[in-house]
């Protein structure tokens, strides 16, 4: 006894040990989780603006190549001459790989204080005088205030407001030692087709240099304006200020062109929309007038989010998960940490009552072992040779054999239920007939009362009288001395139609409440029982209700301190037609 409490003891505290445990892992996993969770937005984060990046290069490229493939790398003095080279030139750019991304070259032209723009025919490859685009004001603003500094204006400012596809490179002259002069003579204006730009090209990299699965997971928006405030294309609902990532485009790189031109050209301008300050040469009253704002690389801002809302929803969702996903599994742990503290207790318990089982059924044998022997031992005496000794003790020793009987036969009708069905072949049975036999069998002084005409049951007669015995036996031994026991056997009233209800009632000090669910229990047996010292197997109840359910009836229990016990049996009765 010691030893199996030293093994519960044990075994508590390991299952302690076992929850602290679980709660320490689910800590650490939730942190561990938020831990990776940061790690993968950063990635996320670095793996959006790289692709990006590379999206910005690869449009800034081809649109820079346009540029670099209409400009000469010499300058022609011969104004017919430079627009015979532009136009030859913009006919080979436009049949190059990125031909599609420009739409048309036209040529801004000092004429006395103001600038004259002339276009170029596609049809006759010429350029002709036209009137400024309605739009491009601002462009024409800033190249008045770059020939003119006397003209009101800024002429580094305003980039913002121009047309979204429209850029100017300025020509220079240069004087015969290869220095420039500062003397701008010209302006060379290429207006990229934008709408394909937005539609197609920009969707395309995107799918190409991000990957498509990766691509799809996002909403884009293309802006410009010093604050992005001007929205060329969206893919979606608005990005504004929600952006996942965001990148600059639509810069277009001019130091290769005026490192191209004689003697280096002009100082290189930095990435950005054009020239930000005056030649090198010209460092008068222009050098005085305010300095430009700091560049922005690229007139274009393309700005990502993505379709759940952004990438910290993206990855907090991802977490969220993660963590249902370990607390699921922590409560299945739980549920398998109490269902194995229930079923170690049911075990103890089991293990308790089989205990107390063997202790039971060696008193149940002794008792009657030791009744025979004393009466066998006598009969081998001189009483032997009393008749009427010898025919007492002979009825002691069969009185005693029949509990005997009666022991074991619990024993392997319990054995049979638990190997398999513990009735045999069913057949239409008297209720009656079997109440009757089971009275005479169990010896039990009984009030009987069946309701005349009932119909029978299908049964295991041998089987079901067995059950009814247990129940008669239990109100003998369980009633008070003297009492007689109640048996009814009725139709349900209780509305269920086609049940035969047998009641067996005893007038003994019932059931106490505690005990009720357990009393169907194998090897159960109540305290007061024990107290008391009445003898038994616990395996009576056990196998009755093994029967009654085998039949496909229910067995039930009510009682009340005092009050004694009523058990009640619900049988289907056999109808006329099955009865036939």
Same mark, same amino acid.
């Given at each position: 006894?010691?030893?199996?409490?030293?093994?519960?003891?044990?075994?508590? #505290?390991?299952?302690?040990?076992?929850?602290?445990?679980?709660?320490?892992?689910?800590?650490?996993?939730?942190?561990?989780? %938020?831990?990776?969770?940061?790690?993968?937005?950063?990635?996320?984060?670095?793996?959006?603006?790289?692709?990006?990046?590379?999206?910005?290069?690869?449009?800034?490229?081809?649109?820079?190549?346009?540029?670099?493939? #209409?400009?000469?790398?010499?300058?022609?003095?011969?104004?017919?001459?430079?627009?015979?080279?532009?136009?030859?030139?913009?006919?080979?750019?436009?049949?190059?790989?990125?031909?599609?991304?420009?739409?048309?070259?036209?040529?801004?032209?000092?004429?006395?204080?103001?600038?004259?723009? &002339?276009?170029?025919?596609?049809?006759?490859?010429?350029?002709?005088?036209?009137?400024?685009?309605?739009?491009?004001?601002?462009?024409?603003?800033?190249?008045?205030?770059?020939?003119?500094?006397?003209?009101?204006?800024?002429?580094?400012?305003?980039?913002?407001?121009?047309?979204?596809?429209?850029?100017?490179?300025?020509?220079?002259?240069?004087?015969?030692? %290869?220095?420039?002069?500062?003397?701008?003579?010209?302006?060379?204006?290429?207006?990229?087709?934008?709408? +394909?730009?937005?539609?197609?090209?920009?969707?395309?990299?995107?799918?190409?240099?991000?990957?498509?699965?990766?691509?799809?997971?996002?909403?884009?928006?293309?802006?410009?304006?010093?604050?992005?405030?001007? #929205?060329?294309?969206?893919?979606?609902?608005?990005?504004?200020?929600?952006?996942?990532?965001?990148?600059?485009?639509?810069?277009?790189?001019?130091?290769?062109?005026?490192?191209?031109?004689?003697?280096?050209?002009?100082?290189?301008?930095?990435?950005?929309?054009?020239?930000?300050?005056?030649?090198?040469?010209?460092?008068?009253?222009?050098?005085?007038?305010?300095?430009?704002?700091?560049?922005?690389?690229?007139?274009?801002?393309?700005?990502?989010?993505?379709?759940?809302?952004?990438?910290?929803?993206?990855?907090?969702?991802?977490?969220?998960?993660?963590?249902?996903?370990?607390? %699921?599994?922590?409560?299945?742990?739980?549920?398998?940490?109490?269902?194995?503290?229930?079923?170690?207790?049911?075990?103890?318990?089991?293990?308790?009552?089989?205990?107390?089982?063997?202790?039971?059924?060696?008193?149940?044998?002794?008792?009657?072992?030791?009744?025979?022997?004393?009466?066998? +031992?006598?009969?081998?005496?001189?009483?032997?040779?009393?008749?009427?000794?010898?025919? &007492?003790?002979?009825?002691?020793?069969?009185?005693?054999?029949?509990?005997?009987?009666?022991?074991?036969?619990?024993?392997?009708?319990?054995?049979?239920?638990?190997?398999?069905?513990?009735?045999?072949?069913?057949?239409?049975?008297?209720?009656?007939?079997?109440?009757?036999?089971?009275?005479?069998?169990?010896?039990?002084?009984?009030?009987?009362?069946?309701?005349?005409?009932?119909?029978?049951?299908?049964?295991?007669?041998?089987?079901?009288? +067995?059950?009814?015995?247990?129940?008669?036996?239990?109100?003998?031994?369980?009633?008070?001395?003297?009492?007689?026991?109640?048996?009814?056997?009725?139709?349900?009233?209780? %509305?269920?139609?086609?049940?035969?209800?047998?009641?067996?009632?005893? +007038?003994?000090?019932?059931?106490?409440?505690?005990?009720?669910?357990?009393?169907?229990?194998?090897?159960?047996?109540?305290?007061?029982?024990?107290?008391?010292?009445?003898?038994?197997?616990?395996?009576?109840?056990?196998?009755?209700?093994?029967?009654?359910?085998?039949?496909?009836?229910?067995?039930?229990?009510?009682?009340?301190?005092?009050?004694?016990?009523?058990?009640?049996?619900?049988?289907?009765?056999?109808?006329?037609?099955?009865?036939?």
């Amino acid at each position: 006894m010691e030893r199996t409490h030293q093994h519960s003891t044990l075994w508590w #505290v390991f299952i302690a040990a076992l929850v602290l445990l679980s709660g320490v892992l689910g800590y650490l996993q939730y942190h561990w989780i %938020g831990a990776v969770s940061h790690a993968e937005q950063a990635d996320l984060r670095e793996r959006l603006e790289a692709g990006l990046n590379r999206v910005s290069r690869q449009l800034n490229t081809g649109l820079t190549s346009i540029a670099e493939g #209409v400009i000469p790398a010499t300058f022609n003095p011969k104004r017919e001459d430079r627009e015979q080279a532009y136009a030859v030139r913009f006919q080979d750019a436009k049949a190059s790989a990125n031909g599609h991304l420009v739409s048309s070259l036209s040529v801004g032209v000092p004429v006395g204080q103001n600038v004259e723009l &002339r276009r170029l025919d596609p049809s006759t490859g010429a350029f002709t005088k036209a009137d400024w685009p309605q739009g491009w004001s601002t462009l024409r603003t800033r190249l008045l205030t770059r020939l003119n500094p006397n003209v009101r204006g800024d002429a580094f400012s305003g980039y913002g407001s121009d047309p979204a596809g429209v850029i100017e490179i300025p020509r220079f002259d240069f004087q015969t030692n %290869g220095l420039p002069s500062g003397h701008e003579v010209e302006w060379v204006i290429l207006e990229y087709d934008v709408d +394909h730009i937005l539609k197609e090209t920009i969707p395309a990299l995107m799918l190409s240099q991000m990957g498509a699965s990766e691509a799809s997971k996002y909403a884009f928006e293309i802006s410009t304006g010093p604050d992005s405030s001007r #929205v060329l294309y969206r893919s979606g609902e608005p990005i504004g200020k929600q952006a996942d990532a965001s990148v600059n485009l639509f810069d277009i790189r001019m130091e290769s062109m005026f490192r191209r031109t004689r003697g280096g050209g002009p100082r290189p301008f930095p990435r950005g929309d054009g020239p930000k300050g005056p030649p090198p040469s010209d460092r008068s009253a222009k050098s005085e007038r305010s300095s430009p704002p700091a560049p922005e690389h690229g007139r274009w801002t393309l700005a990502v989010r993505h379709h759940a809302g952004s990438l910290e929803a993206v990855v907090a969702q991802a977490r969220m998960r993660n963590l249902a996903v370990t607390a %699921g599994i922590f409560v299945l742990m739980m549920f398998a940490v109490g269902a194995l503290i229930q079923l170690t207790r049911r075990s103890h318990r089991l293990a308790d009552l089989q205990m107390q089982f063997v202790a039971g059924v060696s008193h149940e044998l002794r008792t009657p072992l030791s009744v025979m022997r004393t009466a066998g +031992h006598n009969l081998r005496g001189n009483m032997a040779s009393d008749p009427e000794r010898v025919k &007492r003790y002979g009825a002691l020793i069969e009185q005693q054999a029949e509990s005997l009987g009666g022991i074991v036969e619990q024993v392997l009708s319990f054995a049979r239920g638990r190997a398999g069905s513990p009735i045999g072949k069913l057949e239409p049975a008297s209720v009656a007939g079997l109440i009757e036999e089971a009275v005479k069998a169990a010896n039990c002084p009984a009030e009987v009362d069946v309701e005349p005409g009932l119909p029978p049951v299908l049964a295991d007669p041998t089987a079901l009288r +067995h059950a009814l015995q247990n129940l008669l036996t239990n109100a003998v031994k369980y009633g008070r001395p003297g009492e007689r026991v109640n048996v009814n056997a009725e139709l349900s009233r209780n %509305g269920t139609s086609g049940m035969v209800e047998i009641r067996v009632r005893d +007038h003994g000090d019932g059931i106490p409440a505690s005990e009720m669910r357990h009393i169907f229990d194998p090897f159960y047996r109540g305290a007061s029982v024990v107290e008391k010292q009445i003898h038994g197997t616990g395996l009576g109840l056990t196998i009755t209700r093994r029967i009654i359910e085998a039949h496909r009836g229910t067995i039930s229990v009510k009682s009340e301190p005092g009050q004694g016990a009523e058990f009640t049996v619900r049988l289907a009765a056999v109808t006329a037609g099955e009865n036939s």
